[in-house]
C-alpha cells in the first residue's frame, strides 16, 4: 500500500510550532530554557522534541559551556535550516504554481507561470523544475528533498491507463520521491482551510472558479475525498438541462457556464468586446452593462448550486477562489443573493461566503500540505489503495505508478 506522512495533530503541531517559533527567535537554546520559555510540561515538551529531533528539524548544537555543576555540560538545540524541505506542485490547466516549505513550516518561496492550453506533460514537467530551481538558486534541493505533492486536474480514478503514468515517470526522473498525488482544486481547497480563508472553521465548502469549475469539501475538520476521488466535482453539477455539452459527457454543467472561457464566449454571444479575462474585468469597472447583466445571470446560477449544496452539506463558511472570482461583487454579489435565497432558514444566517485569501498559489500550498502531512484536515484522508495487479506491476525505470492518491518512486 502507498503511504503518506503521519498527520501531525492540531496539539502536537502547535507545540512544534512553539518550540520552532523559540529556536528561531532565540537561537540555540538548552531544554532548561526551552522549557522554562515555552511552558510545556516535562513530559510533553520530552515528547514534542524526540519529534522534532528524529525528523531533523531540530539538532543538537555545540555544548552549552556555562557552569552547569556536576555532569556534563546541557547540550544547545537549534533549528537545522538545511534538513530538507517539501514541494507543492500545481498543474493547472493554462499555468504551473509551484512553493517549498521547509520541515520547520517555514515559507520558502513559491512561484507561478503561464502556459498555452494543451502543452505536452514534459514540457509542463520541465517548467515545474525551472521555477522550483528559481526558488532553490544554487542550493542542492534534490539532497534536501523531502516529499512532493503534486496537483493534476481531474479524478484520479483510472490514472492506470491514462496520462499520468507517463507523469509519474517524469517526476520521478526530475524530482526523485517521494511524491503523493491529488486533484488540484481539493489541494486548493485543503490550503484555503489549513491557512487562509476558512482557517480553524471544521466545516468548509470551496469553489473554485477557473478555466475549471471545481471545488472541495471539509466536514467535521477533515478533506474529504469520496469513493473514487471524486469529491468535489462542483462544475459538473447540471444547472441548464438544454445548454452546451461538457467535457465530462453531460450538458449544460455549471463548468460550461462558470467556467472562463465559458463567460467569456457568452460575453461576446452577447454583444461584449473582449477575448480574455482582464479585457472583462475592464468592460465590468466601466459599467459595461452587457459584462454587469452576465455576471448577474452567472452569479445566480452559481449561488443556486451552492444553495443546494450547503442544504446537502452544512457547511459554516463557503469559500470561492480562482481568477473569476477576483472580479469581486459584481460577480459575488448575486452569489450571495442567491445563496441567501436558497439556503434552508435555519443556516441562512449563520453561513459566510468569503473570497479566497491564498491567490494562486493555494493548489501549490495545499499539496505541500499533502507531501509534510503537517495539516490536521488530513488525519482521516484516506491513503492510497493496495495495488490490485501482481506484485511488481506497472513499474517504469523502478517508479510505481498507480491510479488512486499517490504516486510513490
Not at 33 to 58: F, M, N, Y
Request: one cysteine or more; aromatic letters at 2%; proline letters at 6%.
Amino acid at each position: 500500500m502507498l503511504s503518506r506522512p503521519d498527520v501531525v495533530s492540531p496539539v502536537r503541531r502547535g507545540h512544534e510550532q512553539a518550540v520552532l517559533g523559540l529556536l528561531r527567535g532565540h537561537g540555540p537554546l538548552n531544554r532548561g530554557e526551552i522549557s522554562r520559555r515555552c511552558g510545556l510540561s516535562r513530559t510533553t515538551l520530552h515528547d514534542t522534541l524526540r519529534g522534532l529531533l528524529a525528523t531533523g528539524a531540530v539538532v543538537t548544537a555545540v555544548p552549552d559551556e556555562g557552569p552547569r555543576g556536576r555532569g556534563r555540560p546541557a547540550e544547545k538545540l537549534t533549528l537545522n535550516t538545511s534538513v530538507g524541505q517539501a514541494l507543492g506542485i500545481d498543474f493547472a490547466r493554462r499555468a504551473v504554481h509551484v512553493a517549498a516549505v521547509g520541515v520547520t513550516y517555514e515559507l520558502v518561496g513559491s512561484a507561478g507561470e503561464a502556459h498555452a492550453p494543451g502543452l505536452p506533460w514534459p514540457d509542463r514537467v520541465a517548467l515545474a523544475e525551472r521555477l522550483v530551481r528559481g526558488l532553490a538558486g544554487a542550493e542542492p534541493w534534490r539532497r534536501a528533498l523531502r516529499g512532493v505533492g503534486v496537483g493534476v486536474v481531474g479524478p484520479l480514478t483510472g490514472a492506470r491507463d491514462g496520462t499520468l503514468s507517463g507523469v509519474g515517470t517524469l517526476l520521478g526522473e526530475r524530482f526523485g520521491g517521494p511524491v503523493l498525488l491529488d486533484n488540484n482544486t481539493r489541494l486548493a481547497a485543503l490550503a484555503e482551510s489549513t491557512w487562509g480563508a476558512a482557517a480553524g472553521d471544521q466545516d468548509v465548502l470551496y469553489l473554485r472558479l477557473s478555466y475549471g469549475v471545481g471545488g472541495g469539501v471539509v466536514a467535521g475538520g477533515v478533506l474529504h475525498r469520496g469513493a473514487d476521488g471524486v469529491s468535489g466535482e462542483i462544475g459538473h453539477i447540471p444547472v441548464d438541462p438544454a445548454g452546451r455539452p461538457c467535457e465530462c459527457g453531460g450538458t449544460g454543467c455549471l463548468e460550461t457556464v462558470a467556467s472562463i472561457r465559458a463567460v467569456l464566449d457568452a460575453y461576446r454571444a452577447r454583444g461584449g468586446h473582449g477575448d480574455d479575462l482582464p479585457a472583462l474585468a475592464a468592460a465590468v469597472a466601466a459599467g459595461d452593462p452587457i459584462a454587469r447583466g452576465l455576471l448577474r445571470d452567472v452569479g445566480t446560477q452559481i449561488g443556486r448550486v451552492l444553495a443546494a449544496l450547503s442544504n446537502a452539506i452544512g457547511p459554516r463558511v463557503i469559500v470561492i477562489g480562482g481568477e473569476l472570482a477576483q472580479i469581486g461583487d459584481p460577480l459575488l454579489g448575486p452569489v450571495r443573493e442567491a445563496l441567501n435565497a436558497g439556503a434552508v432558514p435555519i443556516s441562512r444566517h449563520r453561513l459566510t461566503l468569503r473570497r479566497a485569501a491564498l491567490g494562486d498559489a493555494a493548489g501549490a500550498l495545499g499539496a505541500v500540505a499533502l507531501a509534510l502531512g503537517d495539516s490536521p484536515l488530513l488525519s482521516r484522508y484516506p491513503a492510497a489503495e493496495p495495488d490490485s495487479g501482481p506484485a511488481g506491476a506497472d513499474r517504469n525505470g523502478g517508479v510505481a505508478v498507480r491510479p488512486r492518491l499517490a504516486l510513490t518512486f
